[in-house]
């Protein structure tokens, strides 16, 4: 698992993941998949989880790796029935594996998440709109015994950070981004995937729902009440941060987007971390969804980002990572991470098209996941 254990305070009371704990899955991924639909994308590429088929009416007939090369084949179908006939009834939970702006639940979904229900699946959704309190899918959950969860809701015993982050035993490396939907997550697991590949003891903080999906615990700092999100993240730092050399945090929006800076700051903040890895969409000129604003220089986010962190606790950028997936040309590509570095002034690597080791190599140049004397763990890392 690439998120590790889940630390105690964050297991259910049967000593398990939050209750994702099931196996054999199918994703909705309605009219969003796979360009759309980067929870699915997520759960496929980095989850535990066994995806038996996914859900999308508009591609129905297709498989998986007709659009998705990387990542264990599946049947695309039209509707929840269609796809627990294809894994011959053998299904343990639908996942809702699309998250819209505003994170509401789409009434064409309803008929399909019924039918999981019906079938005995668990239902399991990142959504602001919590199935919980739908009564009518709660009733037939009750009825069925199986469980609603969802991921978004955040505890209801959460304080205000106290500075505790700066006292764990880990260093700490934050995932900072240029905008929203630039890769993020992506880059905080390929750089604890990578790092524990050269035996540093790295984990995976999850802030949003599709990380927490994957890793099965986290706090999801973007329905947290705002004096709480620096607490929420620093409560999973104190979590895992004496028990790991490097903990990787998964960041969220970016600190110029005008309606999501609020949980960036939080997470910048509450995380207190050691260094910052700047991740950006080559290409992306505005923010998404917010056409009407444009994108700053490279440069001057390094400069907003290292201004912002600093009187917390003093962070740099130490690499950048850089999302090329709609750049068809290898060369191409590489000029646009190129790019990125020369304007931020520190390493870059795409980690999913040219792996996280750049990444890596610069997080441990900056004295990051090492002992006191500067030398990696020789040990294997925790949690492989």
Known sequence: MI???????????GGERFGMDTERIAVLAHEKFPDRAKTALGVMRYGDQDVRAVLDRDRAGDRVRDHVPDVADAPVVESFADAHAAADGDLD???????????????????DVEAAIEAGCDVVSGLHYFLNEDEELAALAAEHGVDLVDVRRPDDDLTVATGASADVDADVLLTVGTDCSVGKMTASLEIVAAARERGIDAAFVPTGQTGIMIAGWGNPIDRVVSDFAAGAVEEMLVAVGDDHDLVVVEGQGSIVHPAYSTVTCG?????????????????????HGYESFELPPIAEYVDLYEGLANPVHEASVVAGAVNTKDVA????????VAAVAEAAGVPAADPVRHGADAIVDAAVDAGLGVDEDGKEDDEEAAGE
Request: hydrophobic share 40%.
């Open 93 to 111: 939970a639908l996942y809702i594996g699309i998250a819209p702006i505003g994170g509401g639940f789409d009434e064409s979904w309803r008929s």
């Open 329 to 336: 040309d290898d060369e191409a590509a590489a000029d646009a």
């Open 3 to 13: 998120g590790g254990r889940p630390p105690d305070r964050f297991k259910n009371a």
């Open 267 to 287: 997470i910048l903040h509450g995380a207190m971390p050691d260094g910052l890895v700047l991740c950006h969409a080559a290409g992306r000129e505005v923010v």
